[in-house]
């Protein structure tokens, strides 16, 4: 079977004009059978890595050093009693898990592995295809799988999972936002959004150097898309119960937590692709015979070596940090993530314009870059803070009960104290009355000696 053969679209360095249905096919087995390996290593991973910063063994009982232990866990979650909430929407409630799943497996399709190599006498890229936004594609998957998480708590028919679910919405909106920012710079640097392109315009210098701003941006960002602590607020086990999943046993739980998983390989995949430089081997390899470590299938063993280390560096800040408030969360993303996004995407714009259309050297630019980020950071220290004006007349206090329900108070309100507190007060006073008075010919004891 030959297939129709395909030559490289304008904009994507990688040639697929060899391959035909069956490298096709071979390819997207291949990508789907390395997620989910590496979704049962990634599991056994990070219970031995938190197991060693909590001094613990972790598990060590299936299999050699324990591997099977996740293997054990997907029999376990295959075989529990699976329970549909009569409450539900029974189609929703079925396609959320799918939903999620399905858009978590479509990002590989993009994410080169190496170069081009022999496969079956087929020269073909370790890439199962590319597009000039390919980056573009990525993103858009990652936003229709959130409506598996949203549509996984609305169709419920309960109060907590419909709290995971908006609390899921507002922070994909937030942290893809200050995601998508982050990786402008990528794209102005590199002048492509192809994958491909990304990676052959990594050659001399690794774009994480240049634009480490960016990369520190998406490091945070991705975190919070992939709702892993300190971000994990749609779920937020201590408060909601377990969010989003609280209603979903069995194999519909285990596709939500597959799909979790995915979504850490994919943005580590992504993180190596597009600042890491790819599958290229480090410095020290990649000077090696003129770069013989850059052919073959040695980038494999490179990339894989990246993508791992984005995913030992999740599980270092879940086993280190906590969870945020909500506010601060929100605070955090909005005030501090996209102002700074935005404004790295300027400073990168300007540069390269400046670049490109004049002949001032790269050392002046940076110079004028960092007397303008002093002056901005020493005008912020300079301007007053401004004292909020408190009115002088007391607010009324608030009944939090006058529609027949609990509400929060608005800022400005005041909740009057609750009878416990005026008993206690009550208390408090009377005994302070009935004390009597120690005056100072009692404190004087029998002990002691008049002086005379």
């Not at 419920?156 to 909106?173: D, F, K, M, N």
């Not at 995601?179 to 402008?184: R, Y």
């Not at 410095?283 to 770069?291: R, V």
């Not at 008075?437 to 009692?442: E, L, P, R, S």
Request: proline content about 7%; hydrophobic content about 55%; some cysteine.
């Amino acid at each position: 079977m030959n297939g129709l053969r395909f030559a490289a679209e304008p904009g994507v360095s990688a040639d697929f004009s060899q391959d035909n249905g069956w490298v096709w096919l071979i390819k997207a087995v291949v990508i789907l059978v390395f997620l989910l390996v590496t979704v049962l290593m990634a599991i056994w991973f990070e219970r031995k890595v938190v197991a060693r910063m909590q001094v613990r063994p972790g598990p060590n009982v299936h299999g050699p050093f324990g591997l099977l232990q996740s293997l054990a866990d997907a029999m376990k979650l295959l075989l529990k009693e699976d329970i549909t909430v009569k409450a539900a929407d029974k189609f929703l409630y079925l396609l959320a898990p799918m939903i999620s799943v399905f858009c978590a497996l479509l990002t590989f399709a993009v994410i080169p592995f190496g170069p081009s190599v022999s496969v079956f006498g087929i020269v073909t890229p370790l890439q199962l295809t590319d597009v000039p936004v390919a980056v573009l594609y990525i993103l858009a998957t990652a936003s229709v799988g959130v409506y598996g998480i949203v549509l996984g708590g609305w169709s419920s028919g309960s109060t907590y999972p419909l709290l995971g679910s908006v609390r899921s919405t507002a922070q994909v909106i937030s942290y893809e936002l200050a995601m998508g920012l982050s990786l402008v710079s990528v794209f102005i640097l590199s002048g492509s959004m192809s994958t491909s392109q990304i990676v052959d315009s990594q050659k001399s210098l690794w774009l994480f150097l240049p634009l480490f701003p960016a990369f520190v941006i998406y490091v945070i960002s991705m975190i919070g898309e992939t709702n892993r602590l300190p971000f994990d607020l749609p779920e937020a086990e201590g408060e909601l119960v377990s969010g989003f999943m609280t209603e979903y046993s069995s194999m519909k739980f285990a596709w939500f937590f597959l799909a979790e998983y995915i979504n850490m390989v994919n943005v580590s995949a992504v993180a190596t692709t597009l600042f890491f430089g790819g599958w290229r081997a480090p410095f020290p390899l990649s000077a090696i015979d003129g770069g013989v470590l850059n052919t073959g299938w040695w980038p494999v063993l490179w990339f894989l070596a990246k993508m791992w280390l984005f995913m030992f560096l999740f599980v270092w800040v879940r086993g280190t940090l906590l969870r945020l408030r909500y506010d601060q969360f929100m605070k955090f993303g909005w005030k501090i993530l996209i102002p700074a996004a935005l404004g790295w995407v300027v400073c990168v714009a300007v540069v390269q314009g400046v670049r490109q259309f004049t002949t001032i050297d790269l050392k002046t630019i940076l110079i004028v870059l960092a007397v303008v980020v002093l002056l901005a950071v020493g005008a912020s220290f300079l301007v007053p803070e401004r004292k909020p004006i408190r009115a002088h007349a007391v607010a009324p206090e608030f009944d939090p009960f006058a529609g027949g329900y609990p509400v929060p108070p608005m800022p400005g309100q005041q909740l009057p104290p609750s009878p416990r507190r005026q008993r206690e007060t009550a208390a408090a006073t009377a005994q302070a009355g009935a004390a009597p008075a120690v005056t100072a010919a009692d404190s004087t004891t029998d002990t002691e000696v008049p002086r005379g």
